[in-house]
């Protein structure tokens, strides 16, 4: 393709990205409203801490529930959000709810962590259920089970599979494809950071130890993925995954790695 035409079709896979970060977000808990409702004046303290003394001040009776669930996660996720954590960058740069219910995996989590981040209520729907890891093509048994406006949803969506990809088609796939391939070198390269840290602690090679843990990352990461958009990492894929795991442990970034 030309310059242009990739250049394109990269600004489109950054805005389709975008759209559905923005879209997820929405959805997370936070005490933006709170703080601007009531935390927020001329006369107000609007340092970090300024703030937090301010929304604990409220109460339960006084906050939004998201706000509170927020607080409670992140009184829960301490470990996990300051110092080494696997989400302390992320925390600083104000994006601490994507990181701890979107970007990690659970096991990522200190179990403290694990149990106090909100329970999503699921249902039986295609989104739900069968296309919950994403969408694809189902068994003749799974569509069975579909009903009513889940059954029409599939049925078109499967139609427009089959059919002639139009641009649009193949600049969706391709943003689809690099938002997976991001989240999952994402996961890896904090598991190959584990790996690198603990193997400086003991002494022993922290290049080798990343390259192994990032292979085995890598592989359960593809077969983990129901949809088949994931594709295996190349060599040069793998081989800078490590690289920055092992910067990132040299630098004391901590045995989960920092996002």
Not at 148 to 171: I, L, M, N, P
Not at 177 to 198: E, F, R
Not at 212 to 232: C, Q, V, Y
């Amino acid at each position: 393709s030309t310059p242009v035409a990739s250049t394109m079709v990269a600004s489109l896979a950054r805005v389709f990205l975008f759209t559905l970060c923005a879209h997820a977000a929405a959805q997370l808990p936070s005490c933006e409203d709170d703080t601007a409702a009531h935390c927020l004046g001329d006369d107000a303290d609007m340092s970090a801490a300024g703030i937090d003394a301010c929304l604990s001040a409220l109460g339960p009776a006084g906050r939004s529930e998201s706000c509170s669930t927020y607080l409670r996660v992140v009184d829960g996720c301490k470990a996990d959000v300051e110092g080494g954590g696997v989400c302390a960058t992320a925390h600083q740069n104000g994006e601490t709810m994507p990181c701890l219910m979107q970007r990690v995996k659970p096991e990522q989590l200190s179990d403290v962590c694990q149990a106090a981040l909100p329970k999503k209520v699921l249902s039986d729907s295609l989104q739900d259920t069968f296309w919950k890891d994403g969408k694809r093509l189902l068994s003749e048994a799974e569509v069975a089970q579909l009903k009513g406006e889940d059954a029409e949803t599939y049925e078109r969506w499967a139609k427009r599979k089959s059919g002639k990809k139009t641009a649009k088609d193949k600049d969706r796939a391709y943003a689809v494809k690099s938002q997976k391939k991001s989240q999952a070198t994402v996961v890896i390269t904090a598991q190959a950071a584990a790996a690198a840290a603990k193997a400086l602690a003991a002494g022993d090679d922290a290049s080798e130890a990343a390259q192994e843990a990032a292979l085995d990352a890598a592989e359960k990461e593809i077969n983990s993925d129901l949809t088949g958009t994931l594709k295996s990492f190349s060599k040069a894929e793998i081989d800078g995954i490590v690289a920055t795991a092992v910067a990132k442990a040299t630098k004391g970034g901590g045995a989960k790695g920092e996002l």
